[in-house]
Every structure is written in C-alpha cells, then in structure tokens.
C-alpha cells in the first residue's frame, strides 16, 4: 500500500522560509511523477508544482515561479518542497501526490495523482 506522509509545516513570517517534506513507502519511489498541491481557507485545492519521475521536466505555478523549489532525493524516497520569500496568500494545507503508474508525464490537475498524503499546514503571518 502506496503511503505519503509530510512534514515540516508550520508558521512563519511574511519572507520566511519552510522546507516541507514527504516521505513515500509502499513502492519504489523513482519511477513516478510527484507534485505538490495545495488548499486554502475557503478554496479549491490548487496545484503548485510537478516533477517528472526523472527530475527533467517541472512545472511551477505562476504563483510561486521563482520563490518555490521542488526537488527528491531517491535514496530517502522523499520529494521536498523548498518555499521562499513567503507570502501571507501561500497560507494553506499542502499536499504531496505520486501519479498512479511510471513514467507518466507530470500533471497539473488533482486526477493525474492517485496517491495523497494527509497535508500539513503552512500559516504565513506576523
């Protein structure tokens, strides 16, 4: 059984910087397409960025273009989210998301992962 489990949430100041964590188990970690997603107070879950199974190809949200980072580690079987120069509209439950099967191309939308971690929340605020 495919799990996602994340850490590193918490709050931090408008600039501040988190690193969130998600450690997969249940299968080999490498081969699959990983992103991030994430839901505010009140909104749809919303995509913020997705990293082929590779590390070639990402896609970052407008939103956070130049102030997140995605990147994995294979041998720790963790995919990180490094985030930057916060803003208080970054406040939300982040997810991590694996795709369903390998070598998939990484998607931006909510059905092209099948497997959800259980989120950890971010409060940008002074």
């Known amino acids: 059984q495919v799990q996602l489990v994340e850490f590193g949430g918490g709050q931090v100041q408008p600039g501040g910087s988190l690193r969130l964590s998600c450690i997969a188990s249940g299968r080999s970690f490498t081969p699959f397409a990983m992103g991030w997603f994430r839901r505010a107070p009140g909104k749809e879950r919303e995509f913020v960025v997705a990293?082929?199974?590779?590390?070639?190809?990402?896609y970052y949200a407008d939103s956070v273009k130049g102030r997140f980072t995605i990147s994995k580690d294979n041998a720790k079987n963790t995919l990180y989210l490094q985030m930057n120069s916060l803003k208080p509209e970054d406040t939300a439950v982040y997810y991590c998301?694996?795709?369903?099967?390998?070598?998939?191309?990484?998607?931006?939308?909510?059905?092209?992962?099948?497997?959800w971690g259980q989120g950890t929340l971010v409060t940008v605020s002074s």
């Open positions: 998301a694996s795709a369903p099967r390998p070598f998939l191309p990484p998607g931006m939308g909510t059905s092209d992962y099948e497997y």
């Open positions: 990293m082929s199974w590779s590390g070639g190809t990402i």
